[in-house]
DNA sequence: GCAAAAGTGTTTCATCTACACCCATGC
DNA sequence: GCATGGGTGTAGATGAAACACTTTTGC
């Protein structure tokens, strides 16, 4: 059996609003966070969702994206991966909407999110304390998820989150906090060093024991890895 | 050098018009091949493009992919496979519309595909005899053919191309087919013959040297392969 | 009977995984 | 000096790729 149409069909879509939700995950407390924002306003009043918003008439999706990511964290240049175009028909209680969701990973900068316009709050969340999530949002959030780590086994995207210079445990933490699972340490070492963009500085962390060796990225190779 | 927007700014996306286009692909003469329409009016009159169409108010995206499968082909439960959503601001001459693209993998029907309403003709073409496609629909299918073989290698999307009972080598071929590449027999039969959803019928195809036996798939069970 | 295709197992190789010892530093 | 963490190499398992011979059938 086929599903019933209403009997409005027309050959265009010009009431469809089209929205970036935007899952954008960052580290605090050496844990993996993603941001949410909780609306003020109805539909989902008081519920936490992606932050996310319209895209303007002149813009791409992923400029939206981009718009999105710089008013909440103030980060640009920070590359934004497309998921999915979420498009079922009630999805949104009110109107038509169809969303695509983005997914980036930051580092938090030091001012706090602010949260404006249709939203009271901002919070980085960590994922195994997540809220209930308005909209369809947390199947949004979970197919981000899996896109991120998928992403992150084929290529080196996390590098950006660490500082100028960190040693090889400080980079296997962030790995670990992303994937959500323990990596050998040996293993890891071996994996990262085998790409050529690390550089060791000969230069020792000072204040932590055993004297682990400082590296720090050639951005240039880097940049061949990723592209 | 940025491309030039037009002032005309706004906060909502009523004047965007929503499409999908599908790469629809599908075997003739042994070969993959994927099905092209030709425009019979302005824009990129004459060009041939993608079969797509513009979604309707009260259907998803998918049920549009879906509805142009069955319009040109003719099948239906065919899963669609959404790949990505293209939004550059003038990929569409004229106006403002933002496509999300789909692929599917068919046996060509025995009827050819009907060219209607903005179209005057339709063909099965060869991947490596492609024409210049119209719009950005080259991208756009160079990315749906990434994808197919990218989800072929991990899961067995092939066998409802085949007829009910067939050979080894016949499997084969399809694959290479899509994947554009040969492969080894005897690592194939292993990888395929370890899924459990092959049933040997224990008779043998005449006519064939070598006298092959022939298989059928066990539905049931490639359904759970499949999900 | 001979040419062409089908059926079958083993070896090699690369990759991933698991694991233990010595060395450097902080306290 | 001792406890903690950093640095290093190897052996085993697992999966992918290469490869040759025998059997069956069409002609």
């Given at each position: 059996m086929k599903t019933e149409y209403s009997p409005r069909v027309t050959t265009d879509s010009h009431a469809v609003t089209l929205t970036v939700d935007c899952a954008i995950f960052g580290f605090a407390d050496d844990s993996l966070r993603v941001l949410l924002v909780r609306r003020a306003v109805e539909p989902y009043r008081g519920d936490w969702v992606l932050p996310g918003g319209a895209m303007y008439q002149n813009e791409t999706l992923e400029d939206a994206a981009i718009r999105v990511l710089r008013d909440l964290v103030?980060?640009?240049d920070i590359p934004m991966h497309q998921v999915a175009t979420y498009s079922?028909?009630?999805?949104?209680?009110v109107r038509r909407v169809i969303t695509s969701s983005y997914f980036a990973l930051v580092s938090p900068e030091d001012h706090d999110p602010i949260a404006r316009e249709h939203l009271d709050q901002a919070r980085w969340c960590a994922l195994n304390e997540l809220p209930e999530l308005g909209f369809d949002h947390r199947i949004i959030l979970d197919d981000a998820y899996e896109a991120l780590k998928q992403e992150l086994r084929s290529q080196?995207?996390?590098?950006?989150?660490?500082?100028?210079s960190f040693t090889l445990k400080e980079a296997q933490e962030v790995y670990e906090a992303i994937l959500g699972e323990e990596l050998d340490r040996r293993n890891f070492r071996r994996k990262i060093l085998s790409y050529d963009f690390l550089i060791n500085t000969a230069e020792k962390k000072p204040?932590?024991?055993?004297g682990p060796e400082l590296y720090r990225v050639d951005d240039v190779k880097l940049e061949e890895h990723m592209s």
């Open positions: 103030n980060v640009e079922a028909v009630n999805r949104h209680p080196p995207l996390a590098f950006h989150l660490l500082p100028e204040g932590v024991k055993g």
